[in-house]
Nanobody, 121 residues
Framework: VQLQASGGGLVQAGGSLRLSCAVS????????MGWFRRAPGKDREFVAA????????RYADSVEGRFTISRDNARATLYLQMIDLKPEDTAVYYC???????????????WGQGTQVTVSS
């Protein structure tokens, strides 16, 4: 199983970006997915998670109301729509798939390679 994240880039504060994460390979059953990020000099932190059918989502307090996680199971793709971006959102963003979870929670499993998001002030 491979996860390919894309959509990162450089944007001014207040701008928007949409990240995508394409899943390839055979993943049986239902699974949760999520986004995490790692800023320079900081630990990886949770951003958002979504349950197996997209009906339930969960967000970090720092992005609640600005970021929206969604998935298209027919296309095996996860998304993260980000609006009103702030310089503190600058980080490498990673997508993850947890084959052991069906609720909006990700603890392990497979990880994408990351995509850089840089927000200038």
């Amino acid at each position: 199983v491979q996860l390919q994240a894309s959509g990162g880039g450089l944007v001014q504060a207040g701008g928007s970006l949409r990240l995508s994460c394409a899943v390839s390979g055979r993943v049986g059953g239902r699974y949760a997915m999520g986004w995490f990020r790692r800023a320079p000099g900081k630990d990886r932190e949770f951003v958002a998670a979504i349950n197996w059918n997209g009906a339930d989502t969960r967000y970090a307090d720092s992005v609640e109301g600005r970021f929206t996680i969604s998935r298209d199971n027919a296309r095996a793709t996860l998304y993260l729509q980000m609006i009103d971006l702030k310089p503190e959102d600058t980080a490498v963003y990673y997508c993850a798939l947890d084959p052991n979870k069906v609720v909006a929670d990700v603890e392990g499993g497979w990880w994408g390679q990351g995509t850089q998001v840089t927000v200038s002030s």
